[in-house]
């Protein structure tokens, strides 16, 4: 985040697997709202506010907590109007580093063209802040930023060549995404945990028309 400015900006979140693509669920789900922590004490003292609490590290569900990180846990109807308070190992932190932005939306591919159409009626120059892995590049983020590219290709210039990079994977790949990303990293990774429909059910594109937006640090619709 130190090489972009944010103060000028809508910022657009995406952590694929699985953090904004739960949000997304969520929110489509009938969730009032989602407060993210970067720090997983932090998420934890908000059970005694009557908070649901979600989230993950390294990929498992946290000990103590109501929810892990499969968007499938977040279409239970007992859920509809509650408060979750939820942290990631990657999601959340990369929304911690957008604060400052003028405005701060939840991207995945479950929401692709309804972020597209937001960003369209926007005035402010757009960054996609991919979550990564640890502070490093993962493959899914990066395809869904080539994605939002391609869509907004004839509207938006983009300012360096990564935008661009981006495109161009997302373009080789968008034929079977879960055939191009079954050797990077973090489907690797989460393969182990055996949650192969996760992971396809997260490179669906379209499959809502949500658009969570941060306010006063919680998240809405």
Same mark, same amino acid.
């Given at each position: 985040?130190?090489?972009?400015?944010?103060?000028?900006?809508?910022?657009?979140?995406?952590?694929?697997?699985?953090?904004?693509?739960?949000?997304?669920?969520?929110?489509?789900?009938?969730?009032?709202?989602?407060?993210?922590?970067?720090?997983?004490?932090?998420? /934890?003292?908000?059970?005694?506010?009557?908070?649901?609490?979600?989230?993950?590290?390294?990929?498992?569900?946290?000990?103590?907590?109501?929810?892990?990180?499969?968007?499938?846990?977040?279409?239970?109807?007992?859920?509809?109007?509650?408060?979750?308070?939820?942290?990631?190992?990657?999601?959340?932190?990369?929304?911690?580093?957008?604060?400052?932005?003028?405005?701060?939306?939840?991207?995945?591919?479950?929401?692709?063209?309804?972020?597209?159409?937001?960003?369209?009626?926007?005035?402010?120059?757009?960054?996609?802040?991919?979550?990564?892995?640890?502070?490093?590049?993962?493959?899914?983020?990066?395809?869904?930023?080539?994605? /939002?590219?391609?869509? /907004?290709?004839?509207?938006?210039?983009?300012?360096?060549?990564?935008?661009?990079?981006?495109?161009? /994977?997302?373009?080789?790949?968008?034929?079977?995404?879960?055939?191009?990303?079954?050797?990077?990293?973090?489907?690797?990774?989460?393969?182990?945990?055996?949650?192969?429909?996760?992971?396809?059910?997260?490179?669906?594109?379209?499959?809502?028309?949500?658009?969570?937006?941060?306010?006063?640090?919680?998240?809405?619709?």
């Amino acid at each position: 985040m130190h090489l972009y400015t944010v103060h000028d900006k809508t910022v657009v979140v995406v952590d694929i697997l699985r953090a904004t693509s739960c949000m997304t669920t969520a929110f489509a789900h009938g969730i009032e709202s989602i407060t993210p922590f970067a720090k997983l004490d932090d998420c /934890l003292a908000m059970q005694k506010k009557g908070y649901f609490t979600a989230g993950e590290r390294d990929g498992k569900k946290v000990d103590g907590f109501d929810l892990g990180n499969s968007p499938f846990e977040y279409m239970n109807p007992a859920l509809k109007g509650k408060k979750i308070a939820f942290t990631t190992t990657n999601g959340t932190q990369a929304i911690a580093k957008s604060e400052g932005a003028r405005e701060i939306l939840i991207g995945s591919f479950l929401n692709l063209s309804s972020v597209t159409d937001s960003l369209l009626t926007s005035e402010n120059n757009v960054l996609v802040v991919c979550a990564g892995w640890k502070g490093k590049v993962n493959l899914e983020d990066t395809l869904f930023a080539g994605a /939002l590219v391609e869509k /907004l290709k004839d509207h938006i210039e983009p300012d360096c060549d990564a935008p661009l990079a981006a495109q161009h /994977l997302y373009n080789q790949a968008k034929n079977n995404m879960v055939k191009f990303l079954s050797e990077s990293s973090h489907v690797k990774r989460l393969a182990r945990l055996n949650i192969r429909k996760d992971i396809e059910f997260c490179l669906t594109p379209d499959q809502y028309n949500v658009v969570p937006s941060l306010q006063a640090g919680v998240l809405s619709i």
